[in-house]
């Protein structure tokens, strides 16, 4: 009889340190542009009645032997109920027989491999001196934003922007000074104030429109774009994407999700050609990066499989030596 490890939400946060889980991003990264990996493009279930999306995401790491799906809800109107925007699942399977290995909290596994996606692309693409933040958004996916490039740019400062300010003052008291963030976060009211000399900005938010003016972006700085997932959605403005070079997780994922491209595009502002790399390309050393001081780099991810292949093998190993989890019997 087969035993199945199930793991809660506070046991992927112990399974998966935010440095372990940036490594394995890039690895993940690497194998996807070197197409090594096997990750169909994701199945999007629109579920119109209640404004939500439901996605179906398989994918195989055949250098890790990882294997695994996830099922994950993004239900912007919750968070008006005072729920969780974000809901999933992720089953691992042992490559090598099929058989269903674990099956892991979504919602804080994606925040966390998320995060460390954008870790992975600030440590590739933001100035060495970087030290100061902007964070748009106060949900659990600007949490994982945070901690993930102060993990590899130690900060100084941080400032936090949200529509409703208590969100964002409950964000401030609960981040400041947590692992590698600085105790100095400041909540400010109006985004221009965000952005003015930020060293890393990340939009992880559910809007649809811009949420900030390109204009006021300070030369040099990183963008880390991951709240839109739909080619309807939109938080980083056309300006900002004309004057940026321009990073994805995945060519073919950017350019049927990632709206902040395909707007712009769609409005003749921007060729195909403008974006310059996958991260993954970087991690191989096919493609560069920042190549000047004063250069605008943008990492735009709509999330990928692999991502959760990996952080998925990566949490059921940690939680097997540290003895996290629950087995049931299938």
């Known amino acids: 009889m087969s035993q199945l490890r199930i793991l809660t939400a506070v046991e992927v946060q112990q399974a998966l340190p935010m440095a372990?889980?940036?490594a394995a991003m890039k690895s993940a990264f690497a194998q996807l542009s070197s197409q090594q990996a096997v990750a169909p493009l994701r199945l999007p279930l629109?579920?119109?009645?209640?404004?939500g999306t439901t996605l179906v995401m398989p994918a195989y790491l055949p250098a890790d032997e990882a294997l695994a799906v996830k099922?994950?809800?993004?239900?912007?109107?919750?968070?008006?109920r005072g729920q969780k925007v974000v809901h999933g699942l992720v089953l691992t399977?042992?490559?090598?027989?099929?058989?269903?290995?674990?099956?892991?909290?979504?919602?804080?596994?994606?925040?966390?491999?998320?995060?460390?996606?954008?870790?992975?692309?600030?440590?590739?693409?933001?100035?060495?001196?970087?030290?100061?933040?902007?964070?748009?958004?106060s949900g659990a996916q600007a949490r994982t934003q945070l901690e993930a490039v102060c993990t590899v740019r130690p900060g100084q400062e941080v400032r936090v922007y949200n529509l409703v300010a208590a969100h964002?003052?409950?964000?401030?008291?609960?981040?400041?000074?947590?692992?590698p963030i600085p105790a100095n976060i400041r909540v400010v009211d109006q985004p221009q104030t965000a952005v003015a000399d930020a060293d890393i900005i990340c939009t992880a938010t559910t809007a649809s429109q811009p949420v900030f003016d390109g204009r006021h972006l300070k030369p040099g700085v990183h963008i880390n774009g991951v709240g839109s997932f739909l080619p309807t959605m939109q938080e980083v403005d056309a300006h900002t994407i004309q004057q940026a070079l321009v990073f994805v997780d995945s060519y073919e994922g950017a350019w049927a999700e990632a709206g902040d491209l395909i707007v712009p595009w769609?409005?003749?502002?921007?060729?195909?050609?403008?974006?310059?790399a996958e991260i993954g390309e970087l991690v191989n050393g096919s493609k560069s990066g920042r190549t000047a001081a004063d250069q605008i780099t943008f990492f735009k991810?709509?999330?990928?499989?692999v991502q959760d292949a990996a952080a998925a093998k990566l949490a059921l190993q940690q939680a097997q030596r540290l003895g996290l989890g629950t087995a049931v019997s299938l």
Do not use: C, K, W, Y
């Open 20 to 22: 372990d889980a940036i």
């Open 46 to 51: 629109p579920v119109l009645p209640h404004q």
């Open 71 to 80: 099922l994950v809800s993004v239900f912007p109107q919750n968070a008006q």
């Open 93 to 137: 399977i042992e490559a090598e027989t099929g058989r269903p290995l674990a099956l892991l909290e979504g919602a804080s596994l994606t925040a966390i491999r998320t995060g460390a996606g954008s870790g992975a692309a600030t440590d590739l693409l933001a100035r060495p001196d970087a030290h100061v933040a902007a964070i748009f958004g």
């Open 168 to 179: 964002a003052e409950q964000f401030a008291a609960e981040m400041a000074g947590l692992g």
């Open 266 to 276: 769609q409005q003749g502002l921007i060729g195909r050609d403008h974006v310059q």
């Open 301 to 305: 991810s709509v999330g990928t499989a």
